[in-house]
């Protein structure tokens, strides 16, 4: 009976630091979650997304995995782009950023068994917890590092005044 125990309050604790770090998240300003940090950046290896797809197969498989962003009223959920518009998709990064952040701390909660458990289960709550959260971080950083590709694209091609005039003495730089 100590064991169904022990499993109902770590199951407990997961689904009530995943809710509140949700929540945070979700409440927390979109300013947040504009810029990449150390840990968001996207890494050179991940080009446009393509590492996730060529080595993980992420395209076939992240629709089937469950996507809780607008579970929170004024939440939004990364299910759908909603629109072809540049505000849209930066929007959508800053969502990516949000999502992995919240990964990134549910995965970091792992550690915290070991404050209260034996070594054995600290370890495999923190494999638990990677186990069950880094597929989420791929999607995001997957989808980002796509995004981020086209909104490039876009910045590369949009005119500047510099463009629209003509020709300068002076070389344009972008």
């Known amino acids: 009976m100590e064991v169904l125990h022990r499993v109902l309050a770590f199951s407990a ?8 770090s949700g929540y945070i998240a979700t409440h927390l300003s979109d300013r947040w979650f504009e810029r990449d940090t150390r840990l968001t950046r996207l890494r050179r290896f991940e080009h446009r997304g393509r590492w996730y797809d060529r080595r993980l197969g992420v395209r076939r498989w992240k629709d089937r995995v469950p996507e809780a962003g607008d579970f929170f009223a004024g939440g939004r959920s990364k299910a759908r782009l909603g ?3 540049t ?3 930066v929007a959508f990064c800053t969502e990516t950023r949000r999502a992995e952040w919240v990964h990134w701390a549910n995965v970091g909660f792992g550690w915290t068994f070991f404050l209260w458990n034996e070594w054995t289960v600290g370890l495999a709550m923190v ?4 186990v069950v959260h880094v597929p989420f971080i791929i999607i995001q950083r997957y989808n ?5 590709h086209l909104l490039s694209r ?4 949009t005119p500047t005044p510099a463009r629209e005039t ?3 003495t002076a070389p344009v730089t972008p």
């Open 166 to 168: 003509g020709p300068t």
């Open 127 to 130: 494999l638990f917890g990677t």
């Open 154 to 157: 876009r910045e590369a091609t």
């Open 87 to 89: 505000a849209t998709l």
């Open 13 to 20: 604790s997961w689904m009530i630091f995943g809710v509140v």
């Open 144 to 148: 980002r590092a796509r995004l981020a």
């Open 83 to 85: 629109g072809g518009s």
